[in-house]
T-cell receptor, first 114, second 109 residues
């Protein structure tokens, strides 16, 4: 693989269910990010990780959790999905000491919570 | 609060020039990015400005004025494949990107 992959591509989920969105990069980038994109709004940062073993909260972290056990993987978990979490989720990565490098995005996961 | 403003939608003609404006108010500034996003696809990087002035890259140019909190993306010799959304994003003092809602550019033949 080259770049960032996300799985699944799309998912319909019943409210209350647990769901993990997967993200893997093979560029050996230090930093990784999870965004959600909703119509009429800009990308909003959910969680980020500046390096393996560390994570931080973004603008809209409630209802989501992440882990960064290694450099390549950065899964996003919805513990108990709610309809307001219906969105397109993008994973991204970047490699820069102070995060000023461009971010590379995965193809996205379209999630619908009913 | 932090705010990025850009027009919702613009229309231009194939072969013409279009300028997409972006104004911002953020807590700190560590650079401004422009990304292109085709419908149903991921954003891809176009340009980065951290100093005032114009950065040119082929048909695309990006301008920054930090004192005015203003940037624009200039697209020349428009092609049908330039139909996309253009996202303006500012890196704040915490090195997090604050994103505008994007400008949908429609190119007509």
């Amino acid at each position: 693989i080259a770049g960032i992959t996300q799985a699944p591509t799309s998912q319909i989920l019943a409210a209350g269910r647990r769901m993990t969105l997967r993200c893997t990069q093979d560029m050996r980038h230090n930093a990784m990010y999870w965004y959600r994109q909703d119509l009429g709004l800009g990308l909003r940062l959910i969680h980020y990780s500046n390096t393996a073993g560390t994570t931080g909260k973004g603008e809209v972290p409630d209802g989501y959790s992440v882990s960064r056990a290694n450099t390549d993987d950065f899964p996003l978990t919805l513990a108990s999905a709610v309809p307001s979490q219906t969105s397109v989720y993008f994973c991204a990565s970047s490699d820069g000491a102070q995060g000023i490098d461009e971010q590379f995005f995965g193809p996205g996961t379209r999630l619908t919570v009913l | 609060g932090q705010n990025i403003d850009q027009p919702t939608e613009m229309t231009a003609t194939e072969g013409a020039i279009v300028q997409i404006n972006c104004t911002y108010q953020t807590s700190g500034f560590n650079g401004l990015f422009w990304y292109q996003q085709h419908a149903g696809e991921a954003p891809t990087f176009l340009s980065y400005n951290v100093l005032d002035g114009l950065e040119e890259k082929g048909r695309f140019s990006s301008f920054l004025s930090r004192s005015k909190g203003y940037s624009y993306l200039l697209l020349k010799e428009l092609q049908m494949k330039d139909s996309a959304s253009y996202l303006c994003a500012v890196m704040d003092s915490n090195y997090q990107l604050i994103w505008g809602a994007g400008t949908k550019l429609i190119i007509k033949p």
